[in-house]
């Protein structure tokens, strides 16, 4: 494992513990090229896949047609203009305005450890930017310094793997060592060239996550041809509608079969991933911040640093890429105290009470509650300003009394003395037409002058990109904060960027302003963080629009989606877990009929799947029936029994219900495989079905198990109900090998009615 060179035949291997990344550069010219990516080879002589020895392919040799080689090379970190006519990785426009780059290899540098990414932003500011860390195990880093001589420009590429992980890290850093200004039109963290080949020769498969407000993060699957296949996001956050991740993967790969090449960036901004196979049937894989309202001034001296990229490679299907990933986030990326720790069962009263509570309202909430198991309460928007619905207030984080009488301190007061802990919504980057704040300083907000910003939910965008706003926006947070006893945020962030213009960047940097705009979201939240340590950051954007692994530095756990449908949530978290640990789910019980879909789901199920997940309630608890009020302190209890093999356990995909029609289910599996969690959720009525057999996964198949419906033990269990427990004493396998129910499996009875959930406690006999 790690990172060595051979400089006898200039080959880079750059090793995990089942992959290994080889690099080569070539005799005379020195381009660097990206000869295997894969499972692990030996480390022999690959020089031959840079396929120089096949004259007259050889550019040094064969100047007349230069062209054979440079467009079809596997070009490390591609460029435009000078011969490869592919997907460039960069795109440099110089100070005489060509458009031509070339690099080649000038020196590297290997060491243990990895550096920290940071990018100036305005008015001086070096702002940290988000990424992965060694923690507690060894960090290795390869620093390959490439060089445009014509264009006096340096690249860094900086790759870096982790001795307890199967990921690559990759990230480019530009430095301008000329006397005149570059314009960087588009930069990538990574692109790789691997071959047809890499997928027994056939066109791969690519896995992408689309959707939209409410339906965010499900399942594309198609097979590629030539030509380009691509996602991007232009809206300034990660969007609803596509998400920076892809995967490619040979055309038989399922869950538990096949290769598997993904891809994604820990970055909150626009993005551009995706592959690309020229007319040899190569395949260019890329992804990274794109070209999209976007463009950088390098100015002499200075320099600009991509977000990083995460390179996974799997040879176990899908579930050991998740594994990859869910791993890496969880040892790697999440820095939050609460990444192991229980988190609060919450209540948010979003869709209690939307707009209209006071303080009396949310102490009936919360009183209820707390009765039923629950721990925090969460006061969502409308508590500041003159909000009273979303037209308005934004920016003007000061309370409002009518609705809270006695200030948010009474409130604060209040639910300590009955236990409760309390939370609270802010929605910091964002400023309404009519609030005090534009009124104020209506330059604050991002617009082109002369042009009206286009208006989404009533609101604009404020410019955090100028420090003395972010200084306002924080002093607005930290006067909340200070005020009570407030151990919880969720960050909202409910509209796209448009409009791109600061009222004090100068016409050759407006380009930048997008990119600045996610390093100031960062900034603040890296600010926020290290005043309140111990704060439980919650991030959210309009449902889950900024789910992605730059949030995740800052906040263990995101809101999924605003749909709380748990028929619904089913393909929304089936894509989200592909590549996010479950603990990363925020995953709420809500009142039905659904508020977006006007489904009816049973109070058992509408649990079930929300407990794969942070578990919460976002409900009217005073409000609902009887029946289901009485049922929350046993799923307050199951969850807690559940919620350490949920958040720490490896995950399995069992089945899915957009694939299947009629039922979904998934599994969590302790570490030491003694304990495992296996939900199955039939999501549709099967007429004449009779009970299913389904085959666990992930189990020790040397060790003996039992298995027991959640719920089974407890007197007048409703989330076991007596039909159940009768269902399973006629179908209990009894004590059996983890070989037998991986391979025979176990019997789902059947469950009358369109919806029903079987969760089985399974534990090493
Ligand atoms: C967004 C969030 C919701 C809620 C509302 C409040 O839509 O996703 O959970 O907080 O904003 O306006």
């Known amino acids: 494992m790690g990172i060595s060179f051979d400089p006898e035949n200039r080959l880079f291997f750059i090793e995990t513990a089942n992959t290994v990344m080889c690099l080569a550069v070539t005799d005379e010219e ?11 080879v030996p480390k022999e002589n690959l020089r031959y896949l840079l396929r120089t020895s096949l ?15 440079l467009d079809k090379a596997p070009f490390e970190f591609p460029s435009d203009g000078a011969g490869d006519y592919r997907k460039p990785a960069v795109i440099l426009r110089d100070a005489r305005g060509c458009d031509a780059s070339l690099f080649t290899y000038a020196s590297h540098r290997i060491y243990e ?3 920290e990414l940071s990018q100036t932003a305005r008015d001086g500011a070096v702002i940290k930017m988000p990424g992965t860390f060694a923690g507690s195990c060894t960090a290795h880093t390869l620093e390959i310094k490439l060089e445009d001589k014509a264009l006096r420009l340096s690249a860094y590429l900086s790759y870096s793997v982790f001795d307890d992980s199967d990921a690559i890290l990759k990230n480019v850093k530009l430095v301008n060592d000329s006397e005149e200004t570059v314009t960087i039109e588009k930069i990538m963290s990574s692109s790789i060239d691997l071959d047809c080949s890499a997928f027994d020769g056939k066109y791969p498969d690519m896995i992408t996550l689309s959707g939209s407000w409410a339906r965010e993060r499900r399942i594309d699957r198609r097979t590629l041809s030539r030509g380009v296949s691509e996602v991007s996001s232009s809206r300034g956050e990660s ?10 993967c040979e055309p038989g790969a399922d869950d538990s079969h096949g290769k598997v090449y993904a891809q994604t960036i820990v970055w909150s901004g626009n993005f551009e991933c995706g592959a690309a196979i020229d007319q040899f049937d190569s395949v260019r894989a890329y992804i990274g911040t794109g070209s999209r309202h976007f463009s950088w001034d390098l100015r002499p001296g200075t320099s600009f640093q991509t977000p990083e990229a995460v390179l996974v490679f799997a040879d176990g299907g899908f579930d050991s890429m998740s594994h990859v990933f869910h791993d890496l986030f969880r040892s790697h990326l999440i820095r939050s105290p609460y990444l192991h720790r229980e988190r609060p069962i919450l209540i948010n009263n979003w869709e209690a009470t939307y707009f209209d509570f006071d303080t009396d309202k949310l102490l009936a909430i919360a009183s209820d509650a707390r009765d039923r198991g629950i721990e925090m309460l969460v006061m969502d928007d409308g508590w500041f300003g003159n909000r009273n619905d979303d037209n308005s207030s934004l920016g003007d984080w000061t309370v409002n009394e009518t609705k809270l009488q006695g200030g948010i301190e009474r409130l604060s007061d209040e639910l300590k003395k009955t236990g409760m802990k309390f939370g609270i919504w802010f929605e910091p980057e964002m400023i309404s037409p009519d609030s005090d704040l534009y009124r104020a300083h209506p330059d604050w907000a991002i617009a082109v002058s002369g042009r009206r910003p286009c208006r989404m939910r009533n609101q604009y965008v404020l410019d955090i990109t100028r420090k003395e706003v972010r200084d306002y926006v924080f002093g607005c947070l930290a006067a909340v904060l200070d005020k009570a006893d407030i151990s919880y945020v969720k960050w909202d962030m409910n509209r796209p960027l448009s409009d791109l213009g600061s009222a004090e960047l100068p016409a050759e940097s407006m380009g930048r302003l997008s990119y600045l705009y996610t390093l100031g979201v960062y900034d603040l939240q890296e600010r926020l963080l290290e005043r309140y340590p111990e704060l439980l950051l919650e991030n959210c954007s309009g449902g889950g629009a900024r789910y992605d692994a730059g949030m995740l530095y800052y906040s263990p756990q995101i809101w999924c989606s605003d749909d709380t449908d748990a028929i619904e949530r089913l393909s929304i978290q089936a894509g989200t877990e592909m590549i996010y640990p479950l603990s990363t789910m925020g995953a709420h019980v809500s009142t039905c009929p659904n508020h977006i879909t006007g489904r ?27 029946e289901e009020r009485a049922a929350i302190p046993e799923q307050t209890s199951i969850y807690r029994q559940v919620s350490e093999t949920v958040r720490e356990g490896d995950y399995y995909r069992i089945a899915r219900a957009a694939e299947t029609g009629y039922y979904d289910s998934w599994m969590s599996v302790s570490r030491d495989r003694s304990r495992a969690l296996f939900t199955y959720i039939q999501c549709r009525a099967y007429p004449g079905g009779g009970s299913r057999i389904v085959k666990l996964k992930g189990l020790d198949p040397e060790k003996k198990y039992t298995l027991t419906p959640v719920g ?54």
Not at 30 to 40: A, I, R
């Open 30 to 40: 020195g381009f660097l090229g990206n000869v295997y990516y894969g499972k692990k």
């Open 55 to 69: 004259n007259p392919f050889v550019p040094s040799v064969n100047d007349r047609d230069r062209g054979c080689y």
């Open 113 to 115: 450890g990895k550096e």
């Open 239 to 248: 969007s609803h509608q596509f998400h920076p991740f892809f995967a490619l």
């Open 600 to 626: 009816n789901v049973p109070f058992d199920v509408r649990a079930a799947v929300a407990m794969s997940g942070t578990f919460g309630y976002e409900l009217d608890i005073t409000a609902i029936p009887e």
């Open 712 to 765: 089974y033990d407890t007197p007048g269990s409703r989330f076991c109900s007596r039909e159940k427990k009768e269902m399973w004493e006629k179908t209990d396998p009894g004590t059996v090998s983890g070989s037998v129910l991986m391979n025979a499996g176990v019997p789902v009875p059947y469950m009358h009615g369109d919806y029903g959930q079987l969760m089985l406690d399974i534990r090493e006999a």
